[in-house]
């Protein structure tokens, strides 16, 4: 088994209570059955869309946010799985694209020596 | 933790009429984005973290610190309610007037004030049912559209104007003033009667979305019987007309959204629950001299809800029900119940005269259930061709598929 970072960017519309709670559920149920495979390394944590930018040698800061706010990330979770092909087949269920958001899938480097 | 069902959307009304209330309905737009921020947060931390413990109290705590928050980044640019005076200005006051202001005892009052600010007499009455929705009960303009088979455009335009209306008021509505309560109390049991009819003989062929409807003009209802001033016998009338009727949505229209009449009702599909409730609360309601159209149509939901069968039903008293409440609000929708009232107990041809005898029946004539009487009526009579022709113009004026296909079969028993 190896490790994936899941970045979750933008998906941050349908903003009705309904919506909003509809698509709550649709995460868990997502999450949920993941761990439930063994896929869940960490869960991971929800990440606030405001912060600073620090950048440059002259160590430049600045308000976030950084990019377009279909970009933001949003929050992350550490999987596990076969390999990035695998990877990339679980995070079709994330409901982050019903809002025309996007999941990065990132292979944490492993050091075999 | 599991969420209850709507969970979001009843917060939200209690969520932005706790902040409208701290920052005046001048702001009610400042409200509801704040509120907006609160399901944010929590939807982002929950659905990684699972759902808190009391979500409610969760909800509430993060749009009071939203509210805080916006208190003191907005100070200086805006005022806030006029009512609470001074308490936003010293950092010294406002946490702990915030605080307080959010407490459970405060936001049912909240609720109120909302309730009956939207009821405005300067709004018309579809835009004071919109607004309720809107605002108290948390549906989205769509939702409030699907429900009225409404356009987008149309619904969203009408809760635009009526929140500026509002806004302009520069006051929530004082519930604490006996007189004006009082005075404003009628309005809002028809505001609530009329989101109650809406779900229960209104045009959404969605079953789910009608029994939504009818359990948020409960609710609401509900919730004036707890105020002292607010539990009159008029609003026991009303909720008791409510969980009567409420209690036949499950047999009146099936899984299938099936249209079922009050005749071939499965009636052990009945809530009984709702029924003894129902029971309970015009027991209650028989507390004043005043007998409104509510204790009346209550009485006639009562009747109904203890008779075994269609055929085992005190139909004259529901002709004497029907009576009285032709004395007290005349319409020809009532002369027309009255009329399937005394066909029942006194066969088809009476039936018959009696809606020919209606008076301004032109304004039955796009009602689809005007033909559909007489056609029945006729069908009784073994007259087959004259009811194939009130069936035909009946199923021309139908609403929605639901009601279509109710008419279509009563066609074919006609062949």
């Given at each position: 088994?190896?490790e994936f970072l899941?970045?979750?960017?933008?998906?941050e519309d349908g903003?009705t209570?309904e919506?909003?709670?509809?698509?709550m559920?649709?995460?868990m149920t997502?999450?949920?059955?993941l761990?439930?495979?063994?896929h869940?390394?960490?869960?991971?944590?929800?990440?606030?869309?405001?912060?600073?930018?620090v950048?440059?040698?002259?160590?430049?800061?600045t308000?976030g946010p950084?990019a377009e706010?279909k970009?933001v990330?949003?929050?992350?979770t550490?999987i596990?799985?076969?390999?990035?092909?695998?990877?990339?087949e679980?995070?079709k269920?994330?409901?982050?694209?019903?809002?025309?958001g996007?999941?990065e899938?990132r292979p944490?480097?492993t050091?075999?020596? | 933790m599991?969420?209850?069902?709507?969970l979001f959307?009843?917060?939200?009304?209690?969520?932005?009429a706790?902040l409208?209330r701290?920052?005046?309905?001048?702001?009610?737009?400042l409200?509801?984005d704040?509120?907006q921020?609160a399901?944010?947060?929590?939807?982002?931390v929950w659905?990684?973290r699972g759902?808190?413990?009391?979500?409610?109290?969760w909800?509430?705590?993060t749009?009071?610190n939203c509210a805080?928050?916006a208190?003191?980044?907005e100070?200086?640019a805006r005022t806030f309610?006029?009512e609470l005076?001074?308490?936003?200005?010293?950092?010294?006051?406002l946490a702990p007037a915030?605080?307080?202001?959010?407490?459970?005892?405060?936001i049912?009052?909240?609720?109120l004030r909302?309730?009956?600010?939207?009821c405005?007499?300067?709004?018309?009455e579809?835009?004071?049912?919109?607004?309720?929705l809107?605002?108290l009960?948390?549906?989205?303009?769509?939702?409030i559209a699907?429900?009225?088979?409404?356009?987008?455009?149309?619904?969203e335009?009408?809760i635009t104007?009526?929140?500026r209306?509002l806004?302009?008021?520069?006051?929530?509505f004082?519930?604490g003033?006996?007189?004006d309560?009082?005075?404003?109390?009628?309005?809002v049991?028809?505001?609530l009667?009329?989101?109650f009819?809406e779900?229960?003989?209104?045009?959404?062929?969605e079953a789910a979305?009608?029994a939504d409807?009818?359990?948020?003009a409960?609710?609401l209802?509900?919730?004036l019987?707890?105020h002292?001033?607010g539990?009159t016998p008029?609003t026991y009338a009303?909720?008791?007309l409510m969980?009567?009727?409420?209690?036949?949505l499950p047999a009146r229209?099936?899984?299938?959204g099936?249209?079922?009449t009050l005749?071939?009702?499965d009636r052990?599909?009945?809530?009984?629950e709702l029924v003894s409730e129902?029971?309970?609360?015009?027991?209650?309601s028989?507390?004043g001299?005043?007998?409104?159209?509510?204790?009346?149509?209550?009485?006639i939901a009562?009747v109904?809800?203890?008779?075994?069968?269609?055929?085992?039903?005190?139909w004259r008293k529901?002709?004497?029900?029907?009576?009285?409440?032709?004395?007290?609000?005349p319409s020809p929708?009532?002369?027309?119940?009255?009329?399937?009232a005394?066909?029942?107990?006194?066969?088809?041809?009476?039936g018959?005269?009696e809606?020919?005898?209606?008076?301004h029946?032109?304004?039955?004539a796009?009602y689809?259930?005007?033909?559909?009487a007489l056609?029945?009526?006729?069908?009784?009579?073994g007259r087959?061709?004259?009811?194939r022709?009130h069936?035909?113009?009946?199923i021309a004026?139908?609403?929605?598929?639901m009601?279509r296909?109710?008419?279509?079969?009563?066609?074919v028993?006609?062949?």
């Amino acid at each position: 088994m190896s490790e994936f970072l899941y970045l979750y960017r933008g998906g941050e519309d349908g903003r009705t209570p309904e919506r909003l709670q509809v698509m709550m559920q649709k995460w868990m149920t997502w999450l949920k059955d993941l761990a439930a495979k063994g896929h869940i390394k960490d869960q991971g944590q929800p990440l606030e869309r405001r912060g600073k930018l620090v950048s440059g040698r002259q160590k430049t800061v600045t308000d976030g946010p950084f990019a377009e706010v279909k970009d933001v990330v949003g929050g992350y979770t550490l999987i596990e799985a076969r390999d990035l092909e695998q990877a990339v087949e679980l995070s079709k269920g994330c409901p982050i694209f019903e809002l025309d958001g996007a999941v990065e899938v990132r292979p944490v480097q492993t050091l075999n020596l | 933790m599991e969420l209850s069902e709507h969970l979001f959307r009843r917060e939200s009304g209690r969520m932005v009429a706790a902040l409208t209330r701290i920052f005046g309905v001048h702001n009610l737009a400042l409200a509801e984005d704040v509120v907006q921020e609160a399901f944010c947060r929590a939807v982002e931390v929950w659905k990684f973290r699972g759902v808190p413990e009391n979500p409610s109290a969760w909800l509430m705590a993060t749009a009071r610190n939203c509210a805080l928050d916006a208190l003191r980044r907005e100070r200086t640019a805006r005022t806030f309610a006029p009512e609470l005076g001074r308490l936003h200005e010293s950092e010294w006051t406002l946490a702990p007037a915030v605080h307080q202001l959010f407490g459970p005892n405060e936001i049912k009052d909240d609720l109120l004030r909302m309730m009956f600010s939207c009821c405005n007499p300067r709004l018309s009455e579809e835009a004071q049912v919109a607004l309720i929705l809107h605002i108290l009960c948390g549906f989205s303009v769509d939702e409030i559209a699907a429900a009225f088979v409404s356009s987008h455009a149309a619904v969203e335009k009408r809760i635009t104007r009526a929140k500026r209306l509002l806004g302009r008021s520069r006051k929530l509505f004082d519930v604490g003033a006996a007189a004006d309560f009082s005075a404003r109390l009628p309005a809002v049991h028809t505001a609530l009667y009329l989101l109650f009819n809406e779900g229960y003989h209104g045009a959404s062929p969605e079953a789910a979305v009608r029994a939504d409807l009818c359990r948020e003009a409960m609710r609401l209802t509900a919730l004036l019987l707890e105020h002292p001033l607010g539990a009159t016998p008029t609003t026991y009338a009303l909720a008791a007309l409510m969980s009567l009727n409420a209690a036949r949505l499950p047999a009146r229209i099936d899984t299938d959204g099936r249209l079922n009449t009050l005749f071939d009702q499965d009636r052990s599909r009945w809530d009984q629950e709702l029924v003894s409730e129902g029971l309970d609360l015009l027991e209650r309601s028989a507390g004043g001299s005043e007998v409104s159209d509510y204790h009346v149509e209550a009485a006639i939901a009562a009747v109904h809800a203890e008779a075994p069968s269609a055929e085992d039903t005190d139909w004259r008293k529901i002709v004497a029900l029907y009576d009285m409440l032709m004395t007290i609000h005349p319409s020809p929708i009532v002369a027309l119940n009255r009329a399937i009232a005394v066909a029942q107990s006194e066969g088809p041809e009476r039936g018959l005269e009696e809606i020919g005898a209606i008076d301004h029946s032109d304004r039955l004539a796009t009602y689809p259930f005007y033909a559909a009487a007489l056609g029945e009526l006729e069908l009784r009579l073994g007259r087959r061709d004259e009811a194939r022709r009130h069936f035909e113009h009946a199923i021309a004026l139908a609403r929605n598929p639901m009601e279509r296909r109710f008419l279509d079969q009563r066609l074919v028993a006609c062949a």
